[in-house]
C-alpha cells in the first residue's frame, strides 16, 4: 500500500516480481534497489537480509523460497 516501510528485516528468501508500481529492497549492509514493473529479484534464506519500502504502493508477485529446500 502507499507509504509501506517494512518494520523489521527479513531473512527468507523470496523470488519478488514487480506486477505494477515500484518499490525499493534495501539490504541490511545499506544497499538499495529499485524494483519497477516488469522486473524480478531473488534473495537467499539467511544470507540477504532485507526489507522493503515503497512511496505510491506496489502489487507484487511473491513466492517463498521454502519450495527449494530439499527434504
Known sequence: ?????????????????CLKGEMVSELKNGEKSLLKEGMSYVVS???????????KGVELLIIDGDFLKLK
Open 1 to 17: 500500500s502507499e507509504g509501506y516501510f517494512a518494520n523489521h528485516w527479513c531473512h527468507k528468501g523470496h523470488i519478488v516480481h
Open 45 to 55: 534464506d539467511e544470507m540477504s537480509f532485507h526489507r522493503s519500502y515503497t512511496e
